[in-house]
T-cell receptor
Framework: QKEVEQNSGPLSVPEGAIASLNCTYS??????FFWYRQYSGKSPELIMS????GDKEDGRFTAQLNKASQYVSLLIRDSQPSDSATYLC?????????FGGGTRLMVKP | DTGVSQDPRHKITKRGQNVTFRCDPI?????LYWYRQTLGQGPEFLTY????????KSRLLSDRFSAERPKGSFSTLEIQRTEQGDSAMYLC??????????FGQGTRLTVV
């Protein structure tokens, strides 16, 4: 079992819709959770961090954390074609980040 | 300086040659990480420094790989006797007092 699991996609949503990206992790000791966006051929860009159960909102992005279920999600409201990218979930159980394989999001005009 | 800087951005080398990559972290960050990423996969952890001390190294990391961070500033990653399977994007990230890690642009290695 991989430590951080994501559906590889692609997840296709129409412009203006809500995109929902999900991630599960195996290490119950994990305390820090991150979402990165990665455009093709580029390096990952940090877009959200979350440390406690519940929701955290930043602009069009909402991160949700449920430690009991070992589940992290990212919602993107009013999706734009420029949001088309791979979204990486990362978990910090210790000194380094462990990444999932990423979910490819396609937002269609 | 506003971000993590990596050099070179691209490297093409012949199999068997040695290569060295450099990473300059965000100046106030004491933690530095190296990752490797292949197409369609998430970044894979290679090694971690806190200041000049290499505190963690992936079990998957071959003896051909070595990393240093002299004086706790920039870091270098060397790959000796490169193989075609080493072709990947090599990513450096740094973090400070907070837990958020920021990546450089990466170095894309192609071994021919």
């Amino acid at each position: 079992q991989k430590e951080v699991e994501q559906n590889s996609g692609p997840l296709s949503v129409p412009e203006g819709a809500i995109a929902s990206l999900n991630c599960t992790y195996s290490d119950r000791g994990s305390q820090s959770f991150f979402w990165y966006r990665q455009y093709s051929g580029k390096s990952p860009e940090l877009i959200m961090s979350i440390y406690s159960n519940g929701d955290k909102e930043d602009g069009r992005f909402t991160a949700q954390l449920n430690k009991a279920s070992q589940y992290v999600s990212l919602l993107i409201r009013d999706s734009q074609p420029s949001d088309s990218a791979t979204y990486l979930c990362a978990v910090n159980p210790g000194n380094m980040l462990t990444f999932g394989g990423g979910t490819r999001l396609m937002v269609k005009p | 300086d506003t971000g993590v800087s990596q050099d070179p951005r691209h490297k093409i080398t012949k199999r068997g040659q040695n290569v060295t990559f450099r990473c300059d972290p965000i100046s106030e960050h004491n933690r530095l990480y190296w990752y490797r990423q292949t197409l369609g996969q998430g970044p894979e952890f290679l090694t971690y420094f806190q200041n000049e001390a290499q505190l963690e190294k992936s079990r998957l990391l071959s003896d051909r790989f070595s990393a240093e961070r002299p004086k706790g500033s920039f870091s270098t990653l060397e790959i000796q006797r490169t193989e075609q399977g080493d072709s990947a994007m090599y990513l450096c990230a740094s973090s400070g007092a907070g837990k958020e890690a920021f990546f450089g642009q990466g170095t894309r290695l192609t071994v021919v």
